[in-house]
């Protein structure tokens, strides 16, 4: 569902849409580049548990959240190491743009379960994943690292007529909803 949805966003000539087809290990699950806008999505089709749920401990819920979605394997964890390999070596074959420091990197994970759109959570792993490009020394290595988004896979297909709209975008969409 994800692939078609981000299929029937790229129609402009020059956008670029690559997907992971398991040749290369830690490869985003999406890549779509439209000039100097380069998105990166990670999708995490986990689930809240129950036990999470149920429970109002901060410490388990912050638990389930960092098992899903920041871990170094996981999520945050996988966009830093992206970006770090993006610095080495592009996605596109051949490339066609001339250096990664011109680049807007929109890193986007998009999850499945409605139960991650609780308030906080979206500003959680932004910190978090803010933090961790500060630590790896990321942020000027781009010409700017945009804040995390943590989007509902709901989201797109809600939004997926604007998205083919002429003059829309998704980084302008992106920008929209990190603004709100």
């Known amino acids: 569902m994800f692939r078609g949805l981000l299929q029937k966003i790229a129609t402009k000539k020059h956008d670029v849409l690559i997907f992971d087809n398991g040749d290369y290990q830690g490869f985003p699950d999406g890549y779509f580049r439209r000039g100097n806008d380069l998105i990166i999505f990670e999708v995490k089709d986990a689930f809240f548990s129950e036990k999470a749920i149920s429970t109002a401990s901060y410490h388990e819920i912050k638990s389930v959240i960092d098992t899903k979605y920041n871990n170094p394997k996981k999520g945050t964890g996988q966009l830093i190491k992206q ?34 759109s609780m308030p906080g959570i979206n500003s959680y792993l932004q910190a978090e994943f803010a933090n961790q490009v500060k630590v790896a020394r990321l942020g000027k290595q781009f ?34 909803y990190l603004k709100k």
């Open 83 to 116: 970006l770090n390999r993006l610095l080495k070596s592009p996605y596109e074959n051949p490339t066609r743009y001339k250096y990664s420091r011109n680049l807007r990197v929109y890193p986007v994970i998009v999850y499945t379960d409605r139960f991650f």
């Open 143 to 176: 010409k700017k690292v945009r804040p995390l988004t943590f989007l509902s896979i709901h989201f797109l297909i809600n939004h997926i007529d604007i998205l083919k709209e002429k003059n829309s975008s998704l980084p302008t969409l992106i920008d929209s």
